[in-house]
């Protein structure tokens, strides 16, 4: 098993709808979780953390942790084309200070 | 406030031939990551340093790769020989220090590597 695992997709979806992104992770005693948003040919950029369980909303980002499921995602409202990109979900494991990170989920959104 | 630095931006070389990465962390972030990313992947942490002490080097392949932080400030990695295999993206970051893991860390723009 995966220590952080995602669908790779592609996910896609209409301008305006919601975008939701999935991640699940191996270590039950981790503590912070992370979305990075990747564009074709450039480095991954912070755009959400949280720590807590429950939905923690950042302008149209809102992240949601399960940590009973072990469960982290990302929704997107409002999709813009602008948001097609590689979502990165990262998890600072309980055994270091470092972030684990998936394999990243593409989104496309379609005008 | 400079981002995280690194350079070259691409990288050419034949395989069994060698290759140095510079990083010039966030001023005064303590802690210094270098993160491989292969073609649809996530990135994998190589190492990790906190000021010239490397803390975390498990997934460092030592056979071939090395790295060093002198004085705590800038870092270089280094492939000697090069295989095919290598052809990736090297990422560096930066955190205060102990913090990465609970805010996250900042990444450089990255060095592409290719290997022929």
């Known amino acids: 098993q995966k220590e952080v695992e995602q669908n790779s997709g592609p996910l896609s979806v209409p301008e305006g709808a919601i975008a939701s992104l999935n991640c699940t992770y191996s270590d039950r005693g981790s503590q912070s979780f992370f979305w990075y948003r990747q564009y074709s040919g450039k480095s991954p950029e912070l755009i959400m953390f949280i720590y807590s369980n429950g939905d923690k909303e950042d302008g149209r980002f809102t992240a949601q942790l399960n940590k009973a499921s072990q469960y982290v995602s990302l929704l997107i409202r409002d999709s813009q084309p602008s948001d097609s990109a590689t979502y990165l979900c990262a998890v600072n494991m309980e055994y270091g200070n470092k972030l684990v990170f998936g394999a990243g989920t593409i989104l496309r959104v379609k005008s | 406030e400079a981002g995280v630095v690194q350079s070259p931006r691409y990288k050419i070389i034949e395989k069994k031939q060698p290759v140095a990465f510079w990083c010039n962390p966030i001023s005064g972030h303590n802690t210094l990551y270098w993160y491989r990313q292969n073609l649809g992947q996530g990135p994998e942490l190589l190492i990790r340093?906190?000021?010239?002490?490397?803390?975390?080097d498990s997934q460092l392949p030592k056979d071939r790769f090395s790295a060093e932080r002198l004085k705590g400030v800038d870092s270089t990695l280094k492939i000697q020989p090069a295989e095919l295999g290598d052809s990736a993206v090297y990422l560096c970051a930066s955190s205060p220090e102990g913090r990465g893991g609970n805010y996250g860390y900042t990444f450089g723009s990255g060095t592409r590597l290719t290997v022929v």
């Open positions: 340093y906190e000021n010239e002490e490397a803390v975390d």
